[in-house]
């Protein structure tokens, strides 16, 4: 199945370059030259008319590969035809979607999501309460590796009805840290599960209070995670709360104030709404 194979390399690609947008949102001092050498060489093999409309697609939209799911092009909700869909399944060439020309594939894996229309209901919500909740902090964590941690926090999300699989969800964000680590400066990390089915965009945050070893520059120790499950729909809010998170705790006072609740939920959660009052609408 050569198409699944391109797939693949796209997908990886369009993590790639999101990873780039959220080291320069974070404003932070790393070097982009390992990220940029292996965005290139990602690149390098695929078609010239295929890496010149995604580069297109992604200065419009932060997706450019998009899962079919119940029958709709989960980039721009258009339902497609049997057609289109038959060829997509079948494999065998790129297909685009007729109606905002995102590629598509048929995902092998798709998460399911539960509650989110209770969480999401009838009361408009402010700020970061929009996308998280006291339920969803996980502090402190006790994993000492990037699979256990990320592993509590998915059973989390599962045991608060976010999600149907917790085993599920820690594939795919396991299958996303070993594209590129989502740590950053400032014992930070942002790991993700995008392209998930349904809901809204949400969000848990886990305080470790000694940190791990997740991939950090210079393999330095992260403590504070920022864990988001991303239904394609809400990839453009995605990127407004990454940038609002990021820009709030670049500041070592806001790490600290996290930091210093690793042990009450109830307060870190306090914390978290106090600190992003500002960058988080
Ligand atoms: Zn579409």
Redesign the pocket.
Known sequence: MPNRKIINQLIQLQELIVARMQTRAAQSKIPLDALDRSIALLGSDLAQPVKAHVNRLLQKHPEAV?PIIDEH??????QLTRSLINDVLRADDLHR??????Y?YYPSNVVARERASRVYGEKQKMGIARFSAPSLMVAPLSGGTPEEVLGEMCMRMQQESFIASADQLLDLALQREAIVSTAVHGSLAFPHVRGVEGGGLTLALGVHRKGIHFGGPGRSLTRIFFFMVIPTATSAFYLKLLAGLSQTFREAEARQALLAAAGDPDELWKKLVRQTRNTVK
Do not use: E, F, M, P
């Open positions: 998009v092009c989960t980039g721009c909700g258009i979607c007729s109606h905002c020309a995102r598509l």
